[in-house]
């Protein structure tokens, strides 16, 4: 049994090392959905279809399982289901890397899928010798969806979500070992193998990425199986596993989506606040980021072995190591009081709620109004209403071609500082948004928001204008047939109406805009 499983695991590292090279020469145009995510850590845009490489071994050897080894018609049931779920989340997840789906359609296409998955026999039916009844489908359902998008969103920086899943099916192959089911233990043992062969191009500085259809396949296949691999009576055990060793990302997701829901932003929304991340912030390399958070996870790895022998009895006392495990790290990365930051979020929560709703809905309006420019300068021009509304003191805007200055007139006192925030980006051609407001006047984690929120809503309309025009992001690109654009739109600027004490409408000198050599 154990050379079976090395020998599908050795053919998975190989297919996949020689699947990766041939997607990145034959495959890039495919890539038509080369827009880097505004907030990803990643600077080069690299192709997203890796999750073929892991896909189609998971076929190949799936298929020899069923050749080679005679199951019975339960088992040959189970792979049935298993192995077209998993293509069909996969199929989801590649066809958003290709052209995005929007998440409420993912969302849709999960919930079918994995209700398909409930139906065909992969079902969640009792906890510790307590049967769920009409609420196992529910249950079933619930986890088939959440494992995919967890892997998704840990998927942040390179190597961290193969790495996780290398060790989850590591985990299942070892759990499946003991199991009377042959094919849930060959299929992890294959994709171990293939993980570590994506992992030769996927690992910091990576070279291919595995997109949205890699990690809802890796994660509804860990998801499959741990179900199928729990025993009669031990499911508890069975689910633990694999939940002690995603307890970090679980923890690190958990806290950003109650901070998002208190701050008004929409709890899947990503951002810059992850572990990964702020582990970059105080000075690790990406590798060194990786490997610490490898690290951490292979304790937990060992905790979820524990979990599994002693058939869920330990869960409550490894818990509690867990905690105290999580307590520490923070401690020791100077990150805990980010983490546990939920109680000084509530005390202001309504009204920053208020002003980050507003900045979203300006940054809808200006995204959706980018089709209606025929200009980069037309764009720059809206864009200084959102600067304007969000009440910005000063903004800088770098293309490759050139650098633009706005400044609002009623802030520009040389005695008051400023507080800057500064964003980068690439996509092909680089460029930077610089925003800032007065010093004596802001709430600095407010102003970090709405700030972030203005350079992702010009970061989203200048791609979609580029995608639309297929320019170059440059104030001197136009879209106009004659290739000059309107004077009517470089020279638009906003300005604030005010009322004056007479309380009768005037308007201020218009906010200074201009190029800065």
């Not at 805990?336 to 309504?350: Q, T």
Request: proline share 4%; glycine share 8%; with cysteine.
């Amino acid at each position: 049994m154990i050379s079976t499983l090395i020998l599908f695991a050795v053919l998975g590292a190989v297919m996949s090392l020689l699947l990766i090279p041939l997607i990145q020469r034959r495959l890039t145009f495919l890539n038509s959905n080369g827009i880097l995510q505004f907030h990803h850590s990643r600077k080069n845009e690299k192709s997203r279809l890796g999750g073929l490489a892991l896909a189609a071994p998971f076929v190949a050897l799936s298929t020899a399982a069923a050749v080679l080894f005679p199951f019975d018609e339960a088992q040959g049931h189970t792979g049935r289901v298993v192995f077209c779920s998993a293509l069909a989340m996969f199929l989801l997840g590649f066809l958003d890397d290709l052209k995005p789906l929007g998440a409420r359609k993912k969302l849709f296409g999960q919930i079918v899928i994995a209700i398909c998955a409930w139906s065909g026999g992969i079902q969640i039916e009792t906890l510790n010798y307590h049967p769920l009844g009409e609420f196992g489908c529910a249950a079933t359902v619930l986890w088939l969806i959440a494992l995919p998008n967890l892997i998704n969103l840990i998927d942040g920086i390179d190597g961290l979500a193969g790495g996780i899943s290398l060790m989850l099916m590591g985990l299942l192959a070892y759990v499946g070992a003991f199991s009377s089911h042959l094919f849930p233990a060959l299929c992890a043992a294959g994709m171990t193998g293939a993980i570590i062969g994506f992992l030769r191009y996927n690992f910091p500085p990576a070279q291919i990425y595995m997109g949205d259809g890699g990690a809802y396949f890796l994660g509804f296949l860990v998801a499959e199986l741990s179900i199928v691999n729990s025993h009669k009576g031990t499911i508890i055990a069975g689910l633990l596993a694999p939940l002690f060793v995603l307890a970090l990302p679980i923890l690190d997701v958990t806290l950003a989506i109650v901070r998002r829901g208190l701050k008004g932003l929409p709890i899947f929304r990503p951002d810059r606040r992850h572990i990964h991340h702020k582990l970059l912030g105080i000075g690790f390399s990406p590798r060194r980021a990786v490997l610490t958070l490898y690290f951490v996870t292979l304790v937990f790895l060992a905790f979820g072995v524990a979990v599994f022998w002693s058939e869920g009895r330990w869960a409550p006392v490894l818990f509690g190591v867990c905690c105290l495990v999580f307590v520490l790290s923070a401690r020791s990365f100077s990150f805990s009081r980010e983490w546990f930051a939920v109680g000084r979020v509530v005390g202001n929560s309504l009204e920053m709620r208020e002003s980050v709703r507003y900045a979203l809905a300006l940054g809808r309006w200006f995204e959706m109004e980018a089709k209606n420019c025929d200009s980069v300068e037309y764009l720059w021009s809206d864009f200084q209403l959102v600067l304007l509304k969000l009440n910005f003191a000063r903004a800088y805007l770098t293309l490759v071609d050139e650098r633009r200055e706005w400044n609002r007139n009623d802030a520009l006192d040389p005695l008051v500082p400023l507080t800057w925030h500064r964003h980068d980006s690439s996509r092909g051609e680089a460029f930077s948004v610089e925003i800032a407001i007065k010093s004596n006047a802001f709430d600095a984690v407010l102003f970090e928001h709405l700030a972030e929120i203005a350079a992702e809503s010009w970061h989203k309309a200048a791609a979609n204008w580029c995608q639309l025009h297929r320019l170059p992001l440059q104030f001197k690109s136009c879209a106009s047939r004659n290739n000059s654009c309107k004077a009517t739109h470089i020279g638009r600027t906003y300005v604030p109406l005010v009322w004056n004490q007479s309380c009768s409408l005037e308007s201020p000198q218009p906010a200074t805009v201009r190029s800065v050599e």
